[in-house]
């Protein structure tokens, strides 16, 4: 009898934990991929120095899928895209400003192990703003390698070629919203490859 009472005691304790953590358990996209609460207005912390190791090198670099697996703003969806990513000028309004990205952008580069030369990288989104990619989240925002050349003074590099595609596609309705988003987060390259 003591040990059924301990039982249900322990078994009452597990659920109000539960039960009390529910809120902090991340939503996830069908795509695999989380929903963001992470304020733009916020300076978010970001993974400890050093943890963090770009794959590849170069224009084609990708970044660490533990630190950056790419995060999405819960406001885009499939049904939403006509009055999100698909209207002109959406993102500039979701993008947060650069008090707030560039203290976190010097972080993840320290994550990285980037060196402190922030104007040889882009603070880039994994899944870009323009396929409702979380604007100021950690696992969405990386630091990736920008290259001089062009009239801008960088050259445009095949991941931002990826992103305007993708957009494109999405907004032609010829591919989901999901599956773009998932592409490019789970590899930007091949994705660039099929359909750059």
């Not at 790419?70 to 008090?99: D, F, H, Y």
């Not at 032609?172 to 490859?193: E, F, K, M, N």
Request: glycine residues 10%; contains cysteine.
């Amino acid at each position: 009898m003591r040990d059924r009472a301990k039982r249900r005691a322990l078994a009452a304790v597990v659920l109000v934990a539960l039960v009390g953590c529910a809120p902090a358990i991340a939503r996830v996209a069908a795509n695999g991929l989380a929903y963001s609460s992470a304020s733009a207005q916020v300076v978010q912390r970001q993974p400890q120095a050093g943890s963090c190791h770009a794959r590849g090198s170069g224009l084609y670099s990708r970044p660490d899928a533990r630190c950056t697996p790419g995060a999405l703003n819960p406001a885009v969806s499939q049904s939403t895209i006509g009055a999100t990513i698909c209207r002109r000028g959406w993102t500039k309004g979701a993008r947060p400003p650069e008090s707030v990205t560039e203290p976190e952008k010097r972080a993840s580069m320290r994550a990285y192990g980037d060196g402190t030369g922030t104007s040889r990288f882009e603070y880039d989104h994994l899944v870009p703003l323009e396929l409702g990619g979380a604007a100021n989240d950690p696992r969405n925002l990386w630091p990736e390698p920008d290259y001089p050349g062009g009239a801008s003074g960088f050259y445009l590099n095949p991941k931002d070629e990826l992103e305007n595609a993708l957009k494109r596609l999405v907004c032609s309705g010829r591919i989901a919203l999901s599956q773009a988003q998932h592409a490019i987060a789970a590899d930007w390259v091949a994705a660039y490859r099929r359909y750059g």
